[in-house]
Structures are given as C-alpha cells and as structure tokens.
C-alpha cells in the first residue's frame, strides 16, 4: 500500500499578528518577511476586550478586515514578484493629514484644531483605510454632502463657516500631496463652484466717526491701562493689527521730507510697508523720552489684559456693539473709503496682499450710502 506524503505547509510571507496595548486591547499589523528582510506594517486597527456581544461582534468584523488587507498584501506582493508592478504610493489619508497638520503648525499656521477635527470627521465618514490613490472626484464629493447632511456633532447644525474650515483643511491636505508628489491633481479642482462649500462673507464690526469720538473722549476705567486707549486709537487713524502694534519699535519710525511714517513688516502677510501717519495718528503715539531704538513704542499689557480692558471702555463709551482689537482696523479701512480715499489706496495701506480682501469693506460703504438716501422717504408728501 503506497504512503500519503505528508504535504509540507507553505509559510506565508505575510502574517498578521497582535501586540499588546496598556490599555487591554491589541493593536493588528503584519509581520512582512521576503528575502532575508523583515518589515512591519501597523495597520491602526485594534482588538477590544471582549467584555460582551457587541465587543466580541466588533472583535470579529475588525478580523475580517485585518485578514482582507493581509491577503490584499500577499497578492501585491507575488504579483510584484511575478513582473505585474502595482502602485508603490499607499499613503493612508489620516496618515498623510497627520503630516499636513505638522507641517502647517511649524509654519506658524493656526488651522491645527481644523485639521484635527476634519481628521475625525474623514474617520467616520471612510473610515482609516482610504489612500491617497483613492481619493477622486467622488470621493470629495460625498465628504462635502456628509458635512452639509450629516455632520451633526452632539446633534448641534454647524455654521457654514465652520463646514468651510473643515472642507479647507481636507483641500489644503491635497493641494500639499500634489506639491509632494504624492497625488498627481487634487479631485477637488475637478467639482463646479456650486457644488464646493462656499465661505460665507464675514461680519466686520466698526466704529462710526461719531463713535471714534465718543470714545477719545471716555477715559479708561483704570488710569493705568490709558496706554490701551492710545493704542487702540491709533491703530484708529492707521490701520495696523494689535500684533504688530505690540512688536512695533522706536527704530521702525522714521520721518521722510517732512511726513512721519511706519516701516513695518506685517505679522500676518510678511509683507514690509512704510505706513505714513497721520497727525490724528501722531497725536495717540506715546512721547520716546530716552527710549532706544530697540524699545517699544506701546509699553502694552498681555494680550488677554488688553481684552479684558476694551470692552468696559466701550460700553463706558455708550458703544454696544461687537467689540475688539480688530475692530480699530476695520474702523480705519471704513474711515478711509468713507472720506473718499479710493480702494486700491486703502489695500495698499492695509498691507492687503490682493485688492479683493480690501472689497468687503466697499461693500459696507455701499450699503451705508444706500441707506443714506432712503433716508428721505416719508419726508415729502
């Protein structure tokens, strides 16, 4: 009677293994091994403690897709191996948004929270697997439909304006894979006008020139915070950001034939302008005394003291309005078009990288106007 050979079992190349996490679960990844050479690929998916049903249902579904990847991995490899080349290019999404997110906070970018909450956003609309190869037209396309129908964190609707970030921080992601050659276009590009989220045209809050007044001439509530007062104002009569009146220097004032002027580098653009000022400018400048030229201009609280102290002095002022900082600046640009200064004029002294950031502004003007002449209707019979 012949023998049954005993069938040698094939080792696989790849095998999916577990490690043990501090927390009781276990985090899946493959052990690779092709050609004397090991690597690992950690796949993000975990094993719960199976302390009920639904764990143990979880536990199962999670396998089911480990061992899908596992075997997709097997085939890549032994068709490489058999001279049929695959797409080398497997970026995860969340991985690659991940970078992103760094990459922007060493640049001094502030959107990280954005980009964290878009990473969980994507997480729960495709999940951890999607790759950048996977990315189309629509794929785009339905994150854009579940921010706008879905997306309903603690069953709160979310602004238009927050959607927006968050569909900024995933176009942003894309536009930086392509710069990277990670991507050849981002799918984004690909949809209409209409069908993207639009940002919605933001509020400025300002003062009038009756306002301006009011509050030249109301005292701080505390004497000794009047040096918030006299920057602000002039930040009234010259446009800059609280940023770059705190890093404003005796050395960046400088008088050209006559005309006193600011040689400043804007904070947020980077861009340098030489700024001229105004003697209505001049009069809310603090006096050098035996300052040097490495001394500040505005000997000013922190940033959350300077807050603290505006809005008593508004309301002290008779002013209700929305109120900050930010507003001296938009006071200043709506000052200007208001007594005729043209557009491009007011952007340059702005330090507006692009006339259109500067259009918002006319827009307010234009309405006040129309409401000016209404304001005779009713009065002639």
């Keep these: ?30 052990d690779i091994y092709r050609d004397g050479k090991r690597t690992y690929e950690y796949l993000k998916m975990y ?12 536990n199962q579904a999670t396998m089911d897709a480990a ?89 709160k609707d979310i602004s238009n304006y927050t959607l927006h970030n968050y569909y900024r921080a995933l176009n942003g992601a ?11 276009a981002n799918p984004f590009n690909e949809l209409e006008k209409s069908e993207k989220i639009r940002k919605p045209e933001s509020m400025r809050s300002y003062m009038t020139i009756e306002e301006v007044q009011a509050l030249i001439d109301t005292p701080m509530p505390h004497e000794e915070y009047e040096i918030v007062k006299c920057a602000y104002l002039f930040s009234c009569f010259c446009g800059l950001r609280i940023s770059d009146i705190i890093k404003l220097k005796w050395k960046d004032v400088f008088v050209d034939r006559g005309q ?3 040689a400043v580098s804007m904070k947020k653009t980077k861009e340098p302008i030489y700024l001229p000022l105004s003697p209505e400018a001049l009069k809310w400048m603090p006096e050098r005394g035996g300052k040097s030229s490495e001394d500040n201009v505005f000997d000013l609280p922190s940033a959350n003291t300077i807050r603290m102290q505006l809005k008593p002095w508004a309301k002290a002022a008779g002013i209700s309005k929305r109120f900050s900082y930010h507003t001296s600046r938009h006071t200043f640009a709506t000052m200007m078009l208001t ?27 234009n309405k006040k106007k129309d409401e000016a002449v209404n304001l005779v209707n009713g009065l002639f019979h």
């Design 47 to 58: 094993i719960i403690p199976e302390t009920d049903n639904n764990a143990r249902r979880q």
């Design 1 to 30: 009677m012949a023998r049954v050979k005993n069938h040698t079992k094939v080792k696989e190349p790849i095998r999916l293994r577990m490690k043990p996490l501090s927390d009781g679960s276990k985090s899946l990844y493959l």
């Design 339 to 365: 007594l005729g200064a043209d557009l491009y004029t007011v952007s340059k002294l702005l330090g507006h990288a692009d006339v259109k950031m500067t259009q918002v502004y006319a827009k307010i003007i």
């Design 174 to 184: 894309l536009n930086s894979a392509v710069r990277k050659k990670k991507m050849k």
């Design 67 to 155: 061992n899908a990847i596992k075997s997709k991995r097997i085939i890549e490899l032994t068709s490489n191996e058999a001279g049929i080349v695959f797409r080398k290019d497997k970026t995860y999404l969340l991985d690659w948004m991940k970078v992103y997110m760094e990459a922007q906070e060493s640049a001094g970018k502030k959107d990280g929270n954005q980009i964290k909450i878009a990473m969980r956003i994507l997480k729960d609309y495709a999940g951890e697997m999607v790759t950048l190869d996977q990315i189309d037209g629509d794929f785009c396309r339905g994150y854009i439909t579940y921010l706008l129908t879905e997306y309903h964190p603690k069953g």
């Design 260 to 262: 006193y002027r600011l």
